[in-house]
């Protein structure tokens, strides 16, 4: 469904104005949930996802503006219909920009392009070059305003996306009086949209029922203003978070209705990361009613959906629950591949606390391991949890304690731990080869095979990128122009 977009009249406008405010359109449709709208209004300037924007004739300030649009825009919408690259081609797209507000001195800007180009990082799972993108912005962004409040609660999500709760909220309880002032209904949502998740997660967590209380009620908040911006993409995610808090609650039926009502408009909406997680929320829930064939079934297609979307962070939490589900199925073998495939996933990306957690359910869900695999999940588990401040994952862990001690022999060191729980074959591996091999190509494709230009738009060294393509991508050797051998220098 496309949402009705105004028409511009640009008529009486030079092009450098007719550009600015293309941008500025173009990002406040995004904020709506607009994505459709928003490319049709670039759309002179801008054809489609992996093109680069047309700047020509335009004044190097308003160029520079192009670029950040469009960079933002591919992010959100490669992010919401799953484009594998989408991600690369936006952090190249904002480093353009970023690159011509650094010799201007335009540090608000700066800032801007570096939050934008971390919500990329966090796209890919990469927690942490986000924070470090985020605190540099935030380091600039001194005085308060929208800029600040969005750099804000970019990182309070991906502090979220860490466990790193108590974190999130002191990222937010100092900074309230900030969004209070904020009159934008978009960002007003957010905050109290990222503090309703917090608690949620800290009642779980920690048994605090009156955090439940508070969460609801900043629900409620967050889709009144929600609302007031015309947002229904972000009212669509508020109303999944809504549904998973009813199904930690127990409350299983009120639970169904809420995801099922978020999962309609997310495919309403065609945004397939999102219907995504909802899957893999419902099939948490179908898990704890006893309905597993559906479960497994659900959690399957979650984990597809954000495999081919190269969400690799939210993707080892789907896989973690449909491990569980074959698990209880009891289709071990299938079961312990997944985790390990799940454990392999969020290691790659610096999610060490979903890796722990996958761990951690290996040994929970699968009691026949070796004392080996046993001794190495629980070794991990314990070391990538050990900054938790969950109640209940101390007690799981004390829970398996037992098995563990009755297994050792010969304990494990923390690098033998971690090499037993990754050599899995079939993992992950040769999934993010995959996903990298569709990188390269597309940056020769853009250079037309040239390997210096393309390690240039890829940001690597040229000896770094011919040795991946020779060693593992070697079909992709047709691609580039041909090697040119330099003749060794004889001596004299």
Known sequence: MKIASPQLDTAHLNANDEALLRCKT??????????????????PLWKRVGERPKTTGLDPAVAAEVSLCVGILTSWIGSKNQISDAQELAKNLITRSLTYFESSR?????????????????????????RSWL?????????????RARALLKLTTVECSAGRFHEALDLLNKNEALFRKITNHTIKGGYHHELAIILRNLATTENRPEYFRRAINEYKEAETQFRLAHNPIFRADLIANVGYLLYKLSRYKEAHKYLNEARRLTVRFKNKASTAQIDDSLAQLLIAEGQLTEAERIARRAVSALRKGGHFCMMAEALITHGVALARLHRTAQAR??????????HQVNALNIAGLAALSLIEEIHELSPEILQAGYRQAREWLAKSQSPDIKLRLADVAGRVVASIQTELSTDEATEILLNEPGGLRAQLEKHEGVVIKRALAEVNGRVTHAASLLDMRYQSLAYIIERRHPDLLKKRTPVKRRQRRRSK
């Open 337 to 346: 591949l997944i985790f390990r495939q799940a454990i392999e996933a969020a």
């Open 26 to 43: 173009a990002l406040e449709q995004k904020d709506r949930g607009d994505y459709a709208g928003a490319q049709e209004t670039m759309r």
């Open 135 to 147: 605190h540099d912005a935030l380091n600039r962004l001194t005085f308060e305003g929208a800029a």
């Open 106 to 130: 335009d540090m608000t800007k700066v800032a801007v392009a570096q939050s934008e180009i971390a919500y990329c990082y966090y796209r890919e799972g990469t927690l942490n070059e986000a």
